[in-house]
T-cell receptor, first 114, second 119 residues
Framework: NAGVTQTPKFQVLKTGQSMTLQCAQD?????MSWYRQDPGMGLRLIHY???????DQGEVPNGYNVSRSTTEDFPLRLLSAAPSQTSVYFC?????????????FGNGTRLTVT | AQKVTQAQTEISVVEKEDVTLDCVYE???????LFWYKQPPSGELVFLIR??????QNEISGRYSWNFQKSTSSFNFTITASQVVDSAVYFC????????????????FGSGTQLTVLP
């Protein structure tokens, strides 16, 4: 049972480069989301999706795009990387869009932008 | 807006000591959920517990216990007889409905408490 799988685990980018962080889940969860974790700030929501074809912005969406063409996949695109996007990124999913559903997290992607 | 405060940035205890991690939250919703997650040094986030706003019963699971008090907007986490393996960052989080999108919800995290248990 793989759960939530994120790739890559580590990535170094130069300022201005673009890339896609991959996220896949095999639990048939409707809700998926992306968070970034920065020291002293906890985790902050970037984008989320309540089902295939539906996405919306979270707290810190600028500089990121998402799409949800299938239930399983929810990639996060960095359009033009900036040093401020250096962070650890977590993808998460849950079985329901309801308030009380616990999130299942991937193992994270550590991104460094130089 | 919702907010979660974990005032303790770092705590260090010696093995077998009891330790309490504090969590204070703010929300205007009457229906909400509170969570605790553990992030060990390996980096993954592990779900520990969920509590809804209508259930103020304390919960105990082995060496872990949680004290939810709506009167003080707190959801504290106690580890009894701590062990080295408890060393991790612990996050408290709050979930309420996003007003702008109806049923969808956002999980708001505190900044985390780094717990170090020394042998």
């Amino acid at each position: 049972n793989a759960g939530v799988t994120q790739t890559p685990k580590f990535q170094v980018l130069k300022t201005g480069q673009s890339m896609t962080l991959q996220c896949a889940q095999d639990m048939n969860h409707e809700y998926m989301s992306w968070y970034r974790q920065d020291p002293g700030m906890g985790l902050r929501l970037i984008h989320y999706s309540v089902g295939a074809g539906i996405t919306d912005q979270g707290e810190v969406p600028n500089g990121y795009n998402v799409s949800r063409s299938t239930t399983e996949d929810f990639p996060l695109r960095l359009l033009s990387a900036a040093p401020s996007q250096t962070s650890v990124y977590f993808c998460a999913s849950s079985s329901s869009t309801g308030v009380g559903s616990p999130l299942h997290f991937g193992n994270g992607t550590r991104l460094t932008v130089t | 807006a919702q907010k979660v405060t974990q005032a303790q940035t770092e705590i260090s205890v010696v093995e077998k000591e009891d330790v309490t991690l504090d969590c204070v939250y703010e929300t205007r919703d009457t229906t909400y959920y509170l969570f605790w997650y553990k992030q060990p040094p390996s980096g993954e986030l592990v779900f520990l517990i969920r509590r809804n706003s209508f259930d103020e019963q304390n919960e105990i699971s082995g060496r872990y216990s949680w004290n939810f008090q709506k009167s003080t907007s707190s959801f504290n986490f106690t580890i009894t007889a701590s062990q080295v393996v408890d060393s991790a960052v612990y996050f408290c989080a709050l979930s309420e409905a996003l007003i702008s999108s109806g049923s969808a919800r956002q999980l708001t995290f505190g900044s985390g408490t780094q717990l170090t248990v020394l042998p």
